[in-house]
């Protein structure tokens, strides 16, 4: 029997300055050449889990540890944090505080150059580590030329130079837009492949996750493991949904259609199943099912027409955009890193003048005069990291700010805080500081605080960014919530998934011009609107397609209507 | 400056080849000199000698008028302030007063004008070697230089891991800024009185730091993780091995220093005025 | 837990990083008080970075951040003003000194807070006189002339310490202090 290269025994955790262990009784063995894929939602422990393999805990994050951990056959407290780094390389979840070089070679030479190897041989083997990730081209750009999933390919480079036998990836998707995400998987497979090496990946990521084969899934839920196993059979169980991770939508789709999965083997990647007769039932199904609500005509808030800006003059970053939003409607404005969203939203808060074209206010206002400030009080803008909008230490202060600067006196301020606060769930905490709240929370109250001003249209970018399933569906109820109240809403988001269940349009952006303006499923299945703008054909169409259903994109608009009504159903 | 914060313009002229741990020591050299004297000669000197390198690396001026800009409005302004206030300084310097321009309550004299003048050329005299040593040198290869000349390798780190987050957090600092006025709590004038602005920045200074205590985790994990400081020493991939030319240089520029040490013990001691 | 300020380990390095990082990115920012005059956000970042770090970290971020923002965007390093923005950092960082200061964890006393401003107050007005004792010896600049910027500099960082920088750091403890017996008030 081959021995494991990390193995756990009963080993619990509690940090420092914590009541309660964060891992509880993990017993747990990985063996060389596995591709382990450790889940679970936030506060489940698998980040813990994995300071605990890379050596983070003990050397950075204190406190008690009993049972055992072994790691190539010796305990990590024995040995120090780079010691243990020759045996495990970690790529980080965020792709710049891990790229710490000034050019991608240097970021891939740290390691040498701190091992003070002398400067020739560095090259020739940063250029060999480079090679194997494919981004030898790049080897003298700096770490703003790249995106995220550059940086991280980068990173991966410096982790192969060491020799480490095992590679641990912390939330490798975090931060990737779907294309981006579909490459790393790729990348971090070739790699599986070709070296052999012992490969652990932390996501909540499912179907993302699943793009390319995994050998057992760990699943974790509150500092314990829940169940190991193959994907096959994970996806067939419904252990997913109850450690709070999303399964993929056509196993939902399945559900929904009410096919039995017992059994059902290849799961886990959208592909033909096998089940004789699947299509027509499916196809049944999303007949009766697809039937699309005609949605009203909504009373346009913003209309944006013909836009154009550009920093430097004959290079536009936008190019004659238009757009509308609706009183309680939900757009979703999707496109890939550097297409214009980001310039498009501060366009329209007036951070930016247009150079051409107008932005028009409840469907006639032009609001080219209006200041930032008074734009600020009809169009909220909500950042995606709450913890850079938040600056007071007491939540009803937050709340109460923009109030507070505007000259309202103080018994309306308290009053309309209280509202607020309702409406976001936050009131029985409102004597709480804010360090107290959880990241989710913290997110409601950086809606709360621009909610208090009583925005007609709010711009969300990345709302749903570094939340877990659980997290992000309860986030997102309470967005439709305050739509049904007449609050338009711009989504701006890389995240199809969103768009798909929450818009009720999709506008995308790519290079500074409108693609397309249409439903979310009619978007999401034309691959010449996808592919520019670094979004990807949904799992749901590809699924449709391989088991020869008549309409994709019939079946992606039953899923649609049947998530609805599910969440109708649970209320 | 471009989105990479750096001011580097690609080329190969002779500073561009060279070391940059020589470059450091030779814009040192020339800080001294600079420093030491009061004397326009010799600023018109170095100027003129400064003026030529910087020919030399093909820096297109476009890219460095903005410098060339701030520098003639700083000395322009400066010159001002001194006539202004001190109108008579020159005399102090000199022991001689020509009166030339009346102001009312003083005389602006000759002698004070020519200081003026000599101050401003000294100001000016700083400019083509910092432009040349920051054009002409990548980010990247500044850090390894700190080191070559002595700076302990931790601390110069240090200053690489500044130039790679400076752009990060200017990047962030806007952005919250930018939210920030939506709300109403900007620092413009429409944002209300000067202490209402001032509390209004106070208030984004809290979440930039808390973002900026982060990344320090982070990194600091990052860099732990792969062997940062384990050594007593440390290599560096950009840089070069110190060839003939690099010496002589350096050398050269050392010489240089000491004749201008000489220069300014012996000959040239003071404030240099020819009338 | 505080460490002795000497000590250079890879939290130490990368602290002096990020605090000179961030005295370069907010330094471009200011509230116009004045012509050529502003209240600029850096002075407080170094009360901030002293007081978080200690006096060794705040003089040689505030250094190299001084240093390295004069490089990139003026063209000429105004060295008695760089290292006066170290040695302001270094006088505030005292307050690190003191025994049960420790804003990271949320505990200090008024006294802390007392005594933070009497080195802030010390430490801008001794540095600006190194800064205009260094530009009177090595650039030749008229003496009276420095005392009236070095006045005025005195009196704008004097205010952009006390509005900006204690109550951040203040604030940044409040923060920090240990959260207990939090009760839902529904």
Not at chain 1, 199 to 227: S, Y
Not at chain 2, 108 to 137: D, G, Q, R, W
Request: proline share 4%; net charge neutral; glycine share 10%.
């Amino acid at each position: 029997m081959m021995q494991p290269i990390i193995s756990f025994q009963q080993y619990s955790f509690k940090y420092k300055n914590q009541s309660e262990p964060t891992l509880k009784d993990i017993t747990l063995d990985i063996y060389p050449g596995e591709k382990i894929w450790i889940a679970g939602p936030s506060g489940s422990g698998k980040s813990t889990l994995a300071h605990c393999i890379n050596g983070l805990i003990p050397f950075t994050y204190g406190g008690e540890i009993s049972g055992s951990l072994s790691i190539a056959g010796r305990n990590p407290a024995e040995l120090s944090i780079f010691e243990l780094s020759r045996t495990v390389g970690t790529i980080l979840q965020d792709q710049d505080s891990q790229f710490v070089g000034l050019s991608v070679a240097e970021d891939v030479a740290f390691v040498m150059e701190n091992k003070a190897m002398p400067r020739e041989q560095m090259k020739r083997e940063t250029a060999a580590s480079l090679e194997r990730v494919g981004m030898l081209e790049y080897i003298e750009h700096s770490p703003y030329e790249l995106s995220g999933g550059q940086k991280q390919s980068v990173s991966l480079a410096g982790v192969l130079s060491t020799d480490a036998e095992v590679l641990l990836f912390d939330e490798p998707l975090a931060n990737l837009d779907p294309a981006g995400g579909r490459e790393a998987m790729q990348l971090i497979d070739d790699i599986h492949r070709q070296s052999g090496k012992t490969v652990i990946i932390i996501e909540h990521r499912v179907e993302d996750v699943l793009q390319q084969p995994i050998d057992r899934i760990v699943l974790m839920k509150e500092g314990r493991i829940e169940a190991v196993g193959a994907p096959d059979e994970i996806l067939a169980s419904d252990l997913l949904r109850g450690c709070g991770l999303r399964p993929p939508l056509y196993v939902d789709a399945l559900r929904y259609a009410g096919v039995s999965l017992e059994g059902v083997q290849g799961l886990s990647r959208p592909q033909s199943l096998g089940i004789s007769g699947l299509g027509e039932r499916l196809d049944r199904w999303s007949e009766q099912a697809a039937a699309q609500a005609v949605s009203r005509p909504a009373e346009p808030l913003l209309d944006v027409r013909g836009l154009t800006f550009g920093y430097e003059p004959g290079q536009p970053v936008l190019k004659d955009v238009s757009l509308q939003v609706g009183a309680g409607e939900i757009v979703a404005l999707l496109g890939n890193n550097g297409a214009g969203k980001s310039t498009l939203s501060q366009l329209i808060t007036g951070i930016l003048k247009p150079q051409s074209g107008s932005i028009l206010y409840a469907g006639r206002e032009d609001m080219a005069s209006w200041s930032i400030r008074r734009r600020g009080e009809a169009i909220g803008y909500v950042m995606q990291n709450p913890n850079r909008m938040i600056t007071q230490h007491m939540i009803a202060d937050e709340v109460g700010l923009g109030l507070k600067v505007r000259g309202v006196p103080a018994a309306e301020i308290k009053e309309r805080v209280a509202g607020v606060l309702q409406t976001c769930g936050l009131y029985p905490f409102r004597n709480w500081p804010v360090s107290a709240l959880s990241y989710g929370q913290k997110k409601r109250l950086s809606i709360a605080a621009i909610l208090v001003l009583a925005p007609k249209l709010m711009i969300l970018d990345e709302p749903t960014a570094g939340q877990d399933d659980r997290h992000y569906q309860e986030f997102m109820d309470f967005i439709e919530q305050l739509a049904e109240q007449g609050i338009g809403f711009l989504l701006i988001t890389h995240d199809m998934y969103l768009a798909l269940e929450y818009a009720q349009r999709a506008v995308v952006l790519s290079a500074g011009e409108i693609l397309a303006a249409d439903t979310v499923a009619s978007v999401l299945s034309r691959p010449e609107v996808t592919e520019p703008a670094h979004l990807k054909e949904t799992s749901l169409s590809l699924f449709a397609k391989a088991n020869g259903l008549a309409s994709p994109e019939r079946f992606v608009q039953a899923f649609i209507n049947a998530e609805k009504k599910g969440k109708k159903g649970y209320e | 400056m471009n989105r990479t914060g750096s001011l580097y313009v690609t080329g190969n002229s002779l500073f561009h080849r060279l070391d940059g741990a020589v470059k450091l020591v030779l814009f040192m050299a020339w800080t001294v000199m600079t420093y030491m004297f009061l004397d326009l000669r010799v600023f018109v000197l170095m100027l003129v000698v400064g003026i030529g390198l910087l020919a030399t690396a093909g820096v297109p001026f476009k890219k460095m008028a903005f410098l060339f800009w701030l520098m003639i409005i700083f000395t322009v302004l400066n010159g001002i302030f001194i006539l202004l206030i001190t109108p008579t300084f020159g005399t102090r310097l000199t022991g001689t007063d020509t009166p030339l321009i009346p102001l009312g309550y003083n005389t602006i004299n000759a002698e004070t004008l020519f200081y003026v003048l000599t101050l401003s050329a000294k100001y000016l005299t700083l400019l083509p070697i910092t432009i040349l040593c920051i054009f002409t040198t990548q980010p990247s290869a500044f850090a390894g230089s700190l080191n070559r000349i002595g700076v302990p390798y931790k601390i110069a780190y240090a200053v690489s891991i500044a130039l790679r987050y400076i752009p990060d957090l200017t990047e962030e600092f806007r952005s919250t800024l930018n939210s920030m006025q939506a709300r109403g709590m900007g620092i413009t004038k429409e944002d209300g009185s000067i202490a209402q602005r001032l509390r209004n920045l106070s208030a984004v200074v809290v979440p930039v730091l808390q973002s900026a205590l982060h990344r320090i985790d982070s990194v600091t994990n990052a860099m732990e993780l792969r062997g940062f400081g384990t050594e007593k020493r440390r290599t560096w991939y950009s840089g070069k091995e110190m060839e003939g030319l690099d010496w002589t240089l350096a050398v050269l520029g050392v010489l240089l220093l000491a004749v201008g040490i000489w220069l300014k013990v012996r000959v040239l001691k003071g404030f240099w005025y020819p009338f | 837990m505080k460490k002795s300020i000497f000590q250079l380990n890879t939290r130490t390095v990368v602290t002096i990083g990020i605090g000179a990082a961030l005295y370069g990115a907010t330094s471009f920012i200011g509230i116009p008080v004045g012509p050529d005059t502003s209240l600029r956000p850096a002075i407080a970042l170094l009360a901030i970075f002293g007081a978080l770090f200690g006096p060794v970290v705040g003089f040689i971020a505030g250094l190299i951040g001084h240093v390295l923002n004069d490089l990139l965007t003026s063209g000429t390093v105004w060295w008695g003003w760089a290292l006066g923005s170290g040695i302001t950092a270094a006088f505030m960082g005292l307050i690190y000194l003191s025994k049960g200061f420790d804003p990271q964890n949320g505990t200090y006393k008024g006294k802390h807070i007392g005594l933070f401003i009497v080195y802030g107050v010390v430490g801008i007005i001794l540095s600006l006189l190194f800064s205009g004792w260094f530009d009177i010896t090595f650039m030749g600049e008229p003496s009276d002339k420095l005392l009236i910027q070095v006045t005025a500099a005195s009196i704008s960082n004097i205010v952009v310490f006390s509005v900006l920088g204690v109550p951040a750091v203040i604030g940044f403890a409040r923060r920090n202090a240990k959260v207990s017996n939090l009760s839902v008030n529904e």
